[in-house]
């Protein structure tokens, strides 16, 4: 089992403070669940941690941001919730593993009512980004420097990233945290969430395969 962070000393704990811990039993197999709070803010963010990570190489690790939609209605409109149950999945196949669940980046940040506001320019014709936009809002507001902070604490040397976004490799790398290996989520493209996948490749530098 990982080790108690809240006995971890260090700047890891500077932005983020553990509130919680308990076993967490799931399809997947069985987790750790860190309930972690932003040390500035009010938002809540959760490590599943599977094996022992402590002073590791090379986690696997999937740095998931909040989809209500996606996670938990089962949405076509983006790839979020088929990205969180294949990052399960290959962390359970592995044994060993990381998922932080970043809570507040619904819609990118913009919440769950602005969020549904966009998909509703979307059906006119906007893309995603030209949507937020449109609403006022920023194309996208997350920020991953508090799982950075949750790493550390966990005391993850180094990651193999399940991500197709560079910011998050580049967050990582800033705070210390080498990104060893970039692990595809082979997700198919539907036919309701392609224009959503085309525009973060062009217009965020998503990585994409076209093999996926």
Not at 123 to 141: H, I, K, Y
Request: glycine share 8%; aromatic share 6%; hydrophobic share 35%.
């Amino acid at each position: 089992m990982p080790p108690d962070p809240s006995r971890i000393d260090g700047l890891a704990q500077e932005c983020v403070v553990l509130d919680a811990q308990a076993t967490l039993p799931t399809r997947y197999g069985t987790f750790t669940a860190y309930v972690f709070r932003v040390a500035d803010g009010d938002a809540e963010h959760v490590a599943l941690v599977m094996g022992d990570v402590a002073n590791k190489q090379s986690v696997l690790t999937r740095l998931h941001s909040e989809c209500l939609t996606g996670d938990v209605l089962g949405s076509y409109r983006c790839d979020c919730g088929e990205q969180l149950d294949l990052a399960l999945r290959y962390i359970a196949a592995e044994g060993c593993g990381v998922l932080l669940y970043l809570r507040g980046h619904e819609g990118r940040g913009i919440g769950l009512t602005n969020k549904i506001r966009a998909y509703a320019l979307q059906e006119q014709g906007r893309d995603t980004v030209e949507a937020n936009l449109e609403l006022g809002l920023p194309e996208d507001s997350r920020e991953y420097d508090s799982a950075a902070g949750i790493l550390r604490t966990l005391k993850v040397t180094s990651v193999r990233l399940m991500s197709n976004n560079p910011e998050k490799f580049d967050t990582l790398t800033k705070h210390g945290i080498p990104v060893c290996e970039r692990v595809g989520l082979a997700i198919p493209v539907r036919e309701e969430n392609e224009r959503y996948i085309r525009t973060k490749q062009a217009k965020f530098g998503h990585y994409f395969d076209e093999n996926e």
